[in-house]
């Protein structure tokens, strides 16, 4: 075991502001270390700087077997053991088969071309590699990428037997079953705490109420000193203009008392800049912003669809067969089944941007309005205003989803193209908050989004209850947000 020491860390991409500035922190490297933030806030980046990806200035000490993941392993033709075996020979091929059998990676697939294997299966063979090795920190970049809900629940139960990594995910599962630790990189720098997600969490709200307390005291005494400076301005206003009004006066006198009173009010407002700086100072826990609102369109009548034996495929082969489903205004219907199932196909056959109906009957009223938020899309050049009048939506009101999300004054001016993978899903999800619609359609709504923008967007459905058809591996966002499932896992 060893210590994980930074000390006056300063690390800026080219053309940009620093992404970190005076940065200070340690830990111990036999941590089960969560690291957190809002996207943009540099987790990926402080894990290159520890895995010497990226060279930072200040004093870095780090174990010299630090790996980040994900690493690549070799050329697709060969087996996944002998790429393995190439880049670290040390490795003995009977402690990755059984690390592979921990993770719930068949023993077989070590045997395949890394080309054959899913994505599901090279991240466990990686994460079998990687803990393969003799102890050394592993700094992991969100390993439940592209899982689906059994796989993560794998990655979860793996991890929580292990010590000794950073990892990086916006999966409060995975934070809250493998972690001993939470690192969350705020605005005002690192804050440690010991504990999972949700003891983190439990501990950032009774913080957050403590410095809103203390706010709007603070807000009552700047308001208090202003009204009394304004009271201690005017009357030194008048006392010296009284200096020179009729009759006989004692001018040195009177000069005497309004030159206090105008230093009375000059006290009176530094004591406000005061507060207003102490204020300032002491809200340093806040990430969240205003509460956000949908407001879906009222439903033409209460059942919206209505599907009997539904088939679904991408031509004329069968792709998902026997869908069943109903959905009434106000519902919120998670789509559960494995990867590959047709969960996406579902959602963009309701959403009439593809698949085919083959079988089945489908039923709803006609003139649904529909926004739709698809797994993956491409990006186009420009700006966010231009993305906003290409399809007639208000750009003051995405401008603002965003804001509330956590865009800065750049990023809301950022080309699109520059923007991060959460930026751009945050966009996505953002474009459809602001359409009225009677019915949402989102496909992994929170891909690559942080933790403090899933609670917001929580809160926002749990509030507005509009009607949802959702794609979401995040079992906590499931947990909260859905009143009604479809397992996809019966169809084929």
Not at 45 to 63: F, N, R
Not at 135 to 160: H, S
Not at 207 to 223: F, G, H, P, T, V
Request: proline share 5%; hydrophobic share 40%; charged share 25%.
């Amino acid at each position: 075991m060893s210590t994980v020491a930074i000390s006056n860390m300063s690390f800026g991409y080219h053309g940009h502001d620093d992404v970190f500035k005076d940065f200070s922190l340690s830990f111990s490297s036999d941590w089960r270390l969560g690291l957190i933030g809002r996207n943009g806030r540099g987790k990926t980046t402080l894990l290159k700087i520890l895995a010497g990806e990226l060279q930072a200035s200040g004093v870095v000490g780090v174990p010299p077997d630090a790996l980040y993941f994900p690493f690549s392993l070799s050329e697709v033709g060969k087996s996944a053991m002998e790429a393995a075996g190439e880049l670290f020979p040390q490795i003995p091929p009977h402690l990755l088969e059984s690390e592979a059998g921990r993770i719930g990676l068949d023993p077989g697939a070590l045997a395949r071309p890394l080309g054959d294997l899913s994505p599901g299966e090279n991240t466990k063979l990686l994460l079998a590699v990687l803990f393969s090795r003799d102890p050394g920190l592993a700094l992991l970049d969100e390993p439940a990428g592209g899982l689906d809900e059994a796989g993560r629940g794998q990655v979860a139960a793996y991890l929580a037997r292990k010590r000794g990594f950073v990892l990086v995910s916006h999966d409060r599962f995975i934070l809250n079953y493998a972690c001993d630790h939470i690192l969350a990189i705020g605005r005002h720098g690192p804050v440690l705490h010991r504990g999972n997600f949700d003891s983190y969490w439990a501990d950032y709200q009774k913080k957050s109420l403590e410095e809103a307390r203390l706010a709007d005291r603070l807000s009552s005494e700047i308001d208090r000193l202003g009204r009394a400076g304004e009271r201690a301005a005017a009357w030194a206003r008048r006392t010296e203009g009284s200096k020179y009004g009729g009759g006989p006066v004692d001018r040195g006198f009177i000069g005497h008392k309004s030159a206090k009173m105008a230093s009375k009010a000059k006290n009176v407002s530094k004591r406000r800049a005061a507060a207003h700086e102490e204020k300032k100072a002491m809200l340093r826990t806040e990430e969240i912003s205003p509460p956000m609102t949908l407001a879906p369109l009222a439903c033409p009548q209460k059942r919206l669809l209505l599907a009997r034996d539904l088939q679904l495929g991408y031509t004329e082969k069968p792709v998902l067969s026997g869908v069943n489903l109903t959905l009434d205004a106000g519902e919120r219907l998670a789509v559960r089944g494995a990867n590959g199932s047709g969960k996406s196909l579902l959602l963009s056959f309701l959403a009439g941007v593809g698949g085919r109906r083959l079988g089945g009957e489908l039923a709803g009223p006609r003139n649904l309005i529909v926004s739709h938020v698809p797994q993956s899309a491409p990006r186009p050049e420009g700006k966010i205003a231009g993305l906003c009048r290409n399809r007639g939506l208000e750009q003051s009101r995405v401008k603002t989803m965003l804001h509330y999300l956590g865009f800065g004054s750049e990023d809301l001016e950022a080309d699109v193209r520059d923007l991060s993978q959460g930026q751009w899903r945050k966009l996505l999800l953002s474009l459809s908050l602001a359409q009225s619609a009677h019915l949402y359609l989102w496909d992994e709504p929170l891909d690559y989004m942080d933790v403090f923008s899933r609670r917001q967007i929580e809160d926002m459905i749990v509030s507005s209850s509009p009607t949802l058809v959702v794609i979401e591996h995040d079992q906590a966002f499931v947990g909260r947000v859905a009143t009604s499932f479809l397992d996809l896992s019966a169809c084929s």
